[in-house]
T-cell receptor, first 111, second 114 residues
């Protein structure tokens, strides 16, 4: 069985400060893990994915995520937030070709 | 490249009416999916198809039926729409598990059931 828990429904940061969006997962298999972003009234865009090649994954727009098997976590980080990062972020686990989404974290970036 | 195309973009139904959401992909993907997106709940998997001729229930299949007509097309049918089915629906497709595994999404259908 699989599940994805995004620990914060809303995160607010100031522009130029670090971003941390938290995700925990459970899976019966060796999962693939993803982060997707959805800007207001837009579709979903892949930020990055983990498929066991390396535990630290670099994505687009300066985002990174670290896979920690012992903690079953896949947290998303960015060193310095930009106004354009304001969006909703989804952690996703893939198991046997099915993709399961977390409930989402809305990131607000203050000037 | 068209990618994943879903129609219609918007639809308003009355309770009890039926409709079919259409989805097609031109990337030769085996797997296709239907999701619904509701505020605070992320995207929830309605149905999934691993290949032509096969379908499988997801997290929230009640009130929906699907058809995998061929490798390209995967339709979602609401036989008797209910207000609880007001949502944004996304079709998606993917390559199979491996280095190139990722979801490709359609642009979404905003459905309101009155």
């Amino acid at each position: 069985a699989q599940s994805v828990t995004q620990l914060d429904s809303h995160v607010s940061v100031s522009e130029g400060t670090p971003v941390l969006l938290r995700c925990n997962y459970s899976s019966s298999y060796s999962p693939s893990l993803f982060w997707y972003v959805q800007h207001p009234n837009k579709g979903l865009q892949l930020l990055l994915k983990y498929t066991s090649a390396a535990t630290l994954v670099k994505g687009i727009n300066g985002f990174e995520a670290e896979f920690k098997k012992s903690e079953t976590s896949f947290h998303l980080t960015k060193p310095s937030a930009h106004m354009s990062d304001a969006a909703e972020y989804f952690c996703v686990v893939s198991e046997v070709n099915k993709f399961y989404f977390g409930s989402g974290t809305k990131l607000n970036v203050k000037p | 490249n068209a990618g994943v195309t879903q129609t219609p973009k918007f639809q308003v139904l009355k309770t009890g009416q039926s409709m079919t959401l259409q989805c097609a992909q031109d990337m030769n993907h085996n797997s296709m999916y239907w999701y619904r997106q509701d505020p605070g709940m992320g995207l929830r998997l309605i149905y999934y198809s691993a290949s032509e001729g096969t379908t499988d229930k997801g997290e929230v299949p009640n009130g929906y039926n699907v058809s995998r007509l061929n490798k390209r097309e995967f339709s979602l049918r609401l036989e008797s729409a209910a207000p609880s089915q007001t949502s944004v629906y996304f079709c998606a497709s993917s390559r199979n598990r491996g280095e190139n595994e990722k979801l490709f999404f359609g642009s979404g259908t905003q459905l309101s059931v009155l």
